[in-house]
């Protein structure tokens, strides 16, 4: 059974640069494409970043330069450093997995909160 489980949320002043993290129950080179997507009160869920099996790496708007996003395949994990948040930046961060055949897969979620 595919898990996703984030860890690395929390309160963080503005400014300040922490780092997401991704672990997934099996092979991470099982999903074509992982990414990060961000869901803030009263908003839908958007794309922060995406990273395919490949390599090919996607930012939205709101996170380029700030935001990187990156993988260890040896730990089944991905990441997102996030660097330089802003109060706007808070909402729930999830990880998202697809297979590339119509599977995809969402963890809990973790709440980044950004204080100014």
């Known amino acids: 059974q595919v898990h996703l489980v984030e860890s690395g949320g929390g309160l963080v002043q503005a400014g300040g640069s922490p780092r997401l993290s991704c672990v997934t129950s099996?092979?991470?080179?099982?999903?074509?494409?992982m990414g990060w997507y961000r869901q803030a009160p009263g908003n839908q869920r958007e794309l922060v970043a995406e990273i395919t099996r490949g390599g090919s790496i996607k930012y939205a708007d709101s996170g380029k330069g700030r935001f990187t996003i990156s993988r260890d395949s040896f730990k089944n994990t991905m990441y997102l450093q996030m660097s330089n948040l802003a109060p706007e930046d808070t909402a729930v961060y999830y990880c998202?997995?697809?297979?590339?055949?119509?599977?995809?897969?969402w963890g809990q979620g973790t709440q980044v909160t950004v204080s100014s």
């Open positions: 099996v092979n991470i080179y099982m999903f074509e494409t």
């Open positions: 998202h997995g697809d297979n590339g055949v119509a599977e995809t897969y």
